[in-house]
């Protein structure tokens, strides 16, 4: 583990590296359960209504919109993270009842919409998902406990996972007569392969921390009480190289399984034609002081 307590090197800050959270942001977030830390290039969003075991709605998912797209210019690693027993307990069951969720849209009320207010109404429930990996920054989940449906699928849309060891997780959205549609099939799959992936959730069974860490669920596993320490040991060793080199690497690994060779080639050209230039102004600036 010494390569994760490297010391970061200097990197250029965010441009707007420093600003304030707006209000209406801190509101919506506050209003979902949620709590935005921001602390140099580092910033974490944490889930923070243990009471109800972190359970979403439509809000937590488009207070994690807004938040991914305002930490996008504003830090180089977001760990997302929660407080209480578990990470998430999934959807509010409440989104079941026809009475639904006071003030948000719940099962009856989506299944009345017509194709279109529906496709849209989920694509906007998703980008509180997808920007998670579609941002520039590196993203990090430090799942303890329970990770159930959209819990599941919020760590599975961060770029990198670590659990502690009391971390379950499960995608119980088919054994509820669903099907999991907030982006989580195809990390998962990714990471696990069709077979596994269709196994883990035509079962809704539990996949210990253990059993993640063998499939390649996640990228580690510690401790409960060394969770954070572990999350502070990665941040400080993905902050370490410049944060441009890292920003322009991202997406070359992130989207290479859907080109061919030689479009691979070609983005690896282009981001580093890229980088030299921004290198080279680098170290003609430091030469010129």
Known sequence: M??????????????????????SLLHDLTSAGLRLECAGRRADVVLCAPDRRNAQTPATWGALAAAGA?????????VLRA??????????RRAFTPEGIPGEPGLFQLAALD???????????????????????????????HAVGAGFQLALACDLRIAADDAVFA???????????????????????????????????WVTAAEAASLGLVQAVTTTADLLGTVQAWVTALLAAPAGAVRATKPLLRDAPGRAPQQQLAAERSAQAGRLRALVGELSGSADR
Do not use: H, N
């Open 2 to 23: 010494s390569e994760l307590t490297a010391e970061p090197q200097s990197a250029a800050p965010p441009s707007e590296q420093g600003a304030a959270p707006p209000a």
């Open 70 to 78: 305002w930490l996008s210019g504003r830090a180089d690693v977001v």
């Open 83 to 92: 407080e209480g027993p578990s990470f998430s307990a999934g959807l509010d």
């Open 115 to 145: 194709d279109a207010a529906l496709d849209a109404r989920i694509a906007g429930y998703q980008a509180g998902f997808t920007v998670w990996s579609s941002a520039p920054f590196i993203s990090l989940a430090a799942v303890a406990g």
């Open 171 to 205: 995608m119980k959205e088919p054994t509820l007569g669903l099907v999991p549609d907030l982006g989580g099939t195809g990390p998962l799959v990714a990471a696990v392969g069709y077979p596994r992936a269709l196994e883990i959730c035509a079962t809704g069974r």
